[in-house]
């Protein structure tokens, strides 16, 4: 059952950076841009880039991206392609869950074996970014590579959070130092002019960053992982014990690319696809696919709508939206206003006798009541906020978290987790 390279996506662990959004589901199930999940990315860049072969990692909080692979990827009866869940499992010689993300792709390798592929691409499942991986994989085998690592040009100030790497003149990676401190970065720098980079943004970014995304030779990447079971991570640990016994090879990625992992660059992320010229295109050729839910037209009456993203099945009446992402199902009564707010929606409808027995119970609807004003916020999905409500933050708090858990702030942006309800006239 040899194929040529199959992909192993890394849900990642508890995904603590984007609490409370990670609070009832693992990262890659997160929703983005109002219609779509974190998962849906990578497994776009797969099928986009004609690999059809695909597993996805996780341990954590994995029943609801369980319920959207399954609902989601489903290829031709007459193709052998799959996306299927690999969770962590406790087996008689390891009774041990996944210590991290090389002991991850140990832990699957008996999976893995069985396809015996020519070729391992490892992926990351919080990343935001659209990639050839076909490019990538050809560049892989042009230079004979044991391992690739994607790489891109980096700033000082975000050096830290990402493997830094040197090269050598054919591209080769002599050096590799998993997220640094500050006081050794200087140590890193390079001249980045060599990646094609004019001065000015050679300056601005002189560092070479890893981008989480590898491809190994399986054979290495078994010897690899054989080599020493307490190498656990792959950043830290098996590419800097690659360096130097094997051919490990840098590939430029010369687009956007964003490492969502936290409550901030999730926010921005998502906010700039309503931009003029968004960093991050849904508008593109190669499409980012998701599960096609069937539902209706948006409809809006009497609205005033600016540089928003509206998703499907909406209701919004008499609204003010400005810079928004509002997510699917979602329901805005009469003169309420959201500005720079991702609204993640709702699951399902109600239906008209249970808004009128909860409208007669003093219980908001699913969705935005009246006369209600949102400003900075992400709100999960299933979420009820009553009239008269006031989530403004105006006290400029960044770290706060509410009572009853209710809602948090992180990083200023105020945060209302799945399923809970805001009370008519509450002020945030």
Not at 346 to 357: F, G, H, K, N
């Amino acid at each position: 059952m040899k194929k040529e390279v199959l992909a192993l996506i890394l849900g990642g662990g508890q995904g603590a950076r984007l609490f409370p959004l990670t609070l009832h589901r693992s990262k890659p199930a997160v929703p983005l841009g109002g219609k779509y999940r974190l998962i849906d990315i990578p497994v776009s860049n797969c099928i986009n880039s004609g690999i059809h072969y695909i597993y996805v990692l996780t341990q954590f909080n994995s029943a609801s991206l369980n319920r959207h692979i399954a609902r989601t990827y489903r290829f031709s009866r007459f193709s052998d392609g799959f996306v299927e869940i690999l969770a962590a499992e406790q087996t008689p010689n390891n009774p041990h869950w996944f210590q991290g993300t090389a002991d991850a792709v140990r832990q699957v390798m008996m999976h893995v074996s069985d396809f015996e592929p020519e070729h391992v691409m490892i992926l990351s499942g919080d990343h935001l970014y659209q990639m050839d991986y076909a490019r990538y994989l050809n560049h892989h085998k042009a230079t004979n590579a044991d391992l690739t690592v994607s790489v891109i040009p980096c700033t000082a100030e975000r050096a830290t959070g990402f493997g830094l790497l040197k090269t050598d003149a054919e591209g080769r990676i002599i050096e590799f130092r998993e997220k640094p401190p500050a006081d050794q970065l200087s140590a890193m720098e390079v001249d980045t002019t060599t990646l094609g980079l004019n001065a000015e943004e050679a300056q601005r970014r002189p560092y070479i960053a890893s981008m989480g995304v590898y491809i190994f030779k399986y054979s290495v990447l078994r010897d690899l992982l054989n080599a020493d079971d307490k190498h656990t991570d792959f950043g830290g640990q098996i590419i800097p014990a690659a360096i130097g016994k094997h051919n490990v090879q840098a590939y430029l990625f010369d687009g956007y690319w964003e490492d969502i992992g936290t409550i901030s660059s999730f926010y921005h992320a998502n906010l700039d696809m309503a931009a003029i010229r968004p960093q991050f295109n849904l508008y593109a050729d190669q499409q980012i696919l998701t599960r096609p839910r069937f539902l209706p037209a948006s409809k809006f009456v009497n609205c005033r709508i600016e540089s928003s993203l509206i998703s499907d099945g909406c209701i919004l009446n008499h609204t003010k939206i400005q810079h928004c992402i509002i997510g699917l199902r979602s329901r805005i009564e009469n003169g309420s206003t959201l500005e720079h707010t991702l609204m993640m929606g709702a699951d399902y409808y109600q239906t008209l006798d249970e808004l009128s027995q909860e409208r007669a119970g003093g219980l908001p609807w699913i969705g935005v009541g009246e006369n209600t004003h949102i400003r900075k916020a992400i709100i999960d999905k299933n979420v009820r906020i009553g009239s008269n409500v006031r989530i403004l933050n105006e006290a400029g708090r960044e770290h706060y978290d509410g009572p009853d858990g209710n809602y948090y702030i992180r990083e200023g942006i105020t945060i209302v987790p799945k399923g809970a309800t805001i009370t008519d006239g509450t002020i945030i």
